[in-house]
């Protein structure tokens, strides 16, 4: 009798420590399954508008084990850098014409997947209420870099201050233009810092986001916006979520395009822009 009730009690211990390990077993399997499940990226953005977009895209890949970090960046330099060394997995900030620029000068390979927004370039003064009374021997700031810089010449062609020569590029630099109609002197500046010229020159073609970070509103305070003729800005103006090349198949980037291209996207935008940016995807 006593040895059943002893064998009794050691299947009883035996059997309770079984279901304590398997129990910590599917603790742990479960543990593991989700931290499968949620995988990680960083994108990184430029303004602030960007942020509180890319804030309610995150929400809704949460759901599909997505988690979006953002890395804000203060100028149109570093990203691009950050997403070539790895140290970001997307950015979005950028159109296609100046992605192209940079594979090109520094060698990488960093494609589109998606669409974003079409977003107008403006010419804003503190000093002259219309682009006609531009006058000889005003400074003009413009962006410095290949891209922002080509398409703000393209800008001033379009409002005759000057004019490109017949054969300019896509993206024009200085020496593309043919000639002065107005005397003005062009002051390249990197992007960041045209809009901060405005008590210095008589007008400066800022980026939308640099304007709306600075308090201006492009359809109130521009005294031209390019895209008020939107056929002449070309597909390469259009602003992209950007990967590297060997990660554009990664099912994970088609979600967060999937969510980023929605109405939701479109509201916050148009409330946040004042209704400037135009969604590319369409």
Not at 276 to 281: L, S, V
Request: aromatic share 6%.
């Amino acid at each position: 009798m006593k040895k059943s009730k002893l064998f009794t009690g050691i299947i009883a211990a035996a059997t309770i420590l079984t279901l304590v390990a398997c129990g910590n077993k599917a603790k742990a399997a479960a543990s593991n399954k989700e931290g499968e499940k949620e995988r990680t990226y960083t994108i990184g953005v430029v303004s602030d508008t960007a942020k509180l977009t890319w804030d309610e895209v995150a929400k809704v890949v949460e759901k599909d084990g997505i988690k979006i970090k953002l890395k804000q960046f203060s100028d149109y330099n570093t990203p691009n850098d950050a997403l070539a060394d790895g140290s970001i997995d997307l950015n979005a900030f950028q159109h296609i014409a100046f992605m192209e620029n940079y594979n090109k000068e520094k060698k990488q390979d960093l494609v589109s997947i998606g669409y974003t927004f079409v977003s107008p370039l403006g010419l804003y003064s503190n000093k002259i209420k219309d682009y006609k009374d531009i006058k000889n021997g005003d400074k003009i700031a413009i962006p410095n870099d290949v891209t922002n810089g080509g398409r703000a010449l393209q800008l001033l062609d379009a409002i005759q201050v000057i004019k490109l020569k017949d054969d300019a590029p896509k993206s024009p630099s200085i020496k593309d233009i043919d000639k002065y109609i107005k005397d003005v002197k062009i002051e390249e500046l990197d992007a960041s810092q045209t809009a901060a010229t405005l008590p210095d020159v008589t007008a400066a073609v800022i980026n939308t986001n640099y304007a709306v970070d600075s308090g201006l509103k492009p359809k109130k305070d521009a005294i031209y916006l390019d895209t008020d003729n939107l056929s002449k800005v070309g597909d390469i103006y259009k602003n992209i979520i950007a990967v590297k090349a060997e990660n554009k198949d990664n099912p994970d980037f088609a979600k967060i395009v999937k969510a980023y291209q929605t109405d939701k996207t479109i509201e916050i935008s148009d409330k946040e822009s004042d209704g400037n940016d135009i969604p590319a995807w369409k």
